[in-house]
């Protein structure tokens, strides 16, 4: 069982990312300091805001990540004596079993080439032939608050440790299925059998099971969702890995009622009391239309 921990600490990871993170005062986090001796650096970069703290992906930040998106960093590499046939090293390494640390476990990553595809790593070591910019992708498997750390290499003069990447993930699934729920007669003179047939809407958001995993169980304050679904409006309040509806029943004669859209938005409202209400939308959560 998850044990209550600092939600003010995991929104403020969230919030931010290593090294690419905006101060309060709107100026950019320095990267890390390069050691006395070393001619070599490195810093990893979220894709979602600019070098002045500026959305660039709306509406995707790093506030509603779910599983299996693409989160984009981008990783720069910098020095001033590279010498020829020397090259730089990436590592995913594990540094704890908490925090979802394990590459290939919990999470991939994967490289975006010169034509802007993006390839599966599957080493923990990713090498670098040479100093520039490098956009890289971290996919979450798992729901939970990660941590993530990396170490940077130049092969044979030294390495730095870089600050941890963090983030926090869902797991949202929605779901709708048609079912026959009775037969009625219907018809004069000759009187016909019609089924009635129903439609019903569900979701349920998974926060992880690790006690670090808190990121909608919050410590003294409350929570509730929104969601607009066929011009419908739905809300109540919200605890994870609980079921909720999102859309009232649906009634006709003779047939499925149909799925009106594939996809559903979700917003889930944090509010602590003497504090600015907190936010979190998710979109285009994909609806599985269950038979």
């Not at 594990?94 to 599966?120: A, C, P, T």
Request: with cysteine.
């Amino acid at each position: 069982m998850k044990k209550i921990f600092s939600t003010i600490t995991v929104m403020a990871l969230l919030a931010t990312m290593s090294c690419s993170k905006s101060n309060d005062d709107g100026g950019e986090t320095p990267a890390p300091a390069v050691e006395e001796g070393k001619t070599f650096n490195a810093f990893i970069k979220d894709g979602f805001t600019g070098d002045k703290g500026e959305e660039l992906l709306q509406p995707r930040n790093l506030k509603n990540i779910k599983v299996g998106d693409f989160i984009p960093y981008t990783l720069t590499i910098t020095d001033t004596d590279l010498k020829s046939g020397e090259q730089f090293a990436l590592f995913a390494i594990k540094e704890e079993d908490k925090n979802h640390q394990s590459m290939r476990v919990d999470y991939d990553i994967y490289l975006e080439d010169e034509n802007g595809k993006k390839q599966k790593v599957e080493d923990p070591k990713i090498v670098f032939k040479k100093e520039g910019k490098y956009k890289f992708y971290i996919k979450p498997l798992v729901p939970g608050t990660f941590q993530l750390p990396f170490l940077f290499q130049k092969e044979g003069v030294g390495e730095i440790k870089l600050p941890k990447v963090n983030f926090s993930a869902v797991k949202i699934t929605a779901w709708s299925w048609a079912r026959r729920d009775r037969w009625v007669w219907k018809g004069f003179p000759i009187p016909e059998q019609w089924s009635v047939n129903k439609r019903d809407y569900k979701f349920i958001i998974d926060d992880g099971d690790n006690e670090t995993d808190i990121y909608l169980t919050p410590l003294q304050a409350s929570q509730h969702f929104e969601i607009y679904y066929n011009g419908n409006k739905a809300s109540g309040s919200f605890v994870v890995n609980n079921q909720y509806d999102f859309h009232p029943e649906q009634e006709r004669e003779r047939a499925d009622p149909p799925l009106p859209a594939p996809v559903v938005t979700i917003t889930i409202v944090q509010r602590r009391e003497g504090k600015e209400e907190n936010r979190i939308t998710y979109n285009n959560v994909y609806i599985e239309n269950r038979h």
